[in-house]
């Protein structure tokens, strides 16, 4: 299974656009028939965001593809819990054919398979797909907890602010932040090196932008990072690759992921503007799943 793909409603859609290809370095992928803008990086999906535009911020979904056995056990677990899943087949670029889910706490994932790929662009300075998306929970833990049971994904870290999931060997493609709410905390983009996420920090820079937080290095999963609030109102960042992990990984505890005092990362060069960040994290809202 893979991350491929999340789907906002906001307003101004248009402009959101205009700053995640023309300043963040996102490639425009098509429109469609609704208006709905498609951006991509450099990889093989078709798309990495989808905009569309609404009279306020929400979260569509997050995507993940798959094959068909699997979106179809992890859509019997999860009506066997009582989770609200609707079929679908995907009007999106790529199409394909799934499942959308809701999870307790509100958070919509859509699972699809037969979802195709495009050529890779090469020779461009583009993100090369999401590498991770965090959710803030109202209970962390738990949420984390049925991730594994009914969607089969698996805890890698814990840390005194998150639970790191993954749905493959990458360290994390999702993460639920111990925040006391439920919305969107951010949108990962893993750029190609770090030399990558460096000329993103100074093109940001050059249009008058600064971090929130970063450049630094995360402990768990041991990728370079800097964050920013968009213009749009979400929070996202440039980061390196996760580290890829395999089946006997040690479950990190909090205790496990501590720095020396005054160090929020690894590096412990950058400030973190803590109160713009948990401002932005409260913007994107889950809508209620209709079934």
């Known amino acids: 299974m893979r991350l491929r793909s999340i789907e906002l409603n906001l307003s101004g859609a248009a ?51 798959s094959d068909e056995a699997v979106v179809a056990g992890i859509a019997a677990r999860a009506r066997d819990a009582g989770w609200p899943v609707q079929d679908t087949v995907s009007a999106d670029p790529g199409g394909g054919a799934g499942i959308l889910v809701q999870l307790p706490e509100g958070e919509v994932f ?68 111990r925040a006391g709410h439920s919305s969107l905390n951010h949108v990962a983009f893993e750029m190609q090196d770090l030399d990558a996420v460096m000329r993103g920090i100074g093109r940001l820079r050059d249009s008058g932008m600064a971090p929130a937080w970063g450049p630094g290095r995360h402990g768990p999963g041991d990728n370079a990072f800097a964050y920013f609030v968009a213009p749009f109102g979400a929070v996202v960042e440039f980061s390196t690759a996760v580290e890829i992990v395999s089946d006997d990984y040690h479950v990190g505890a909090p205790d496990d992921w501590t720095w020396p005092k005054n160090r929020i990362d690894q590096w412990g060069i950058s400030d973190k503007d803590v109160a713009a960040l948990a401002a932005a994290e409260r913007n994107f809202r889950y809508r209620p799943l209709t079934v």
């Open 15 to 65: 402009q959101a656009a205009d700053f995640l290809t023309g300043t963040w370095g996102l490639a425009p992928a098509e429109t469609g028939a609704d208006g709905t803008r498609y951006l991509r990086g450099s990889g093989p999906f078709p798309y990495l965001v989808a905009l569309t535009e609404a009279d306020g911020p929400s979260i569509r979904c997050t995507t993940f593809v």
């Open 110 to 177: 859509r699972f699809l398979y037969g979802a195709g790929e495009v050529a890779p662009i090469t020779g461009r300075d583009l993100p090369v797909k999401l590498t991770h998306v965090v959710m803030n929970s109202t209970d962390a833990e738990w949420t984390a907890t049925t991730a594994e049971r009914v969607l089969g994904f698996r805890v890698s870290d814990r840390t005194k602010g998150m639970v790191f999931v993954r749905c493959n060997t990458s360290h994390h493609s999702v993460a639920f932040a």
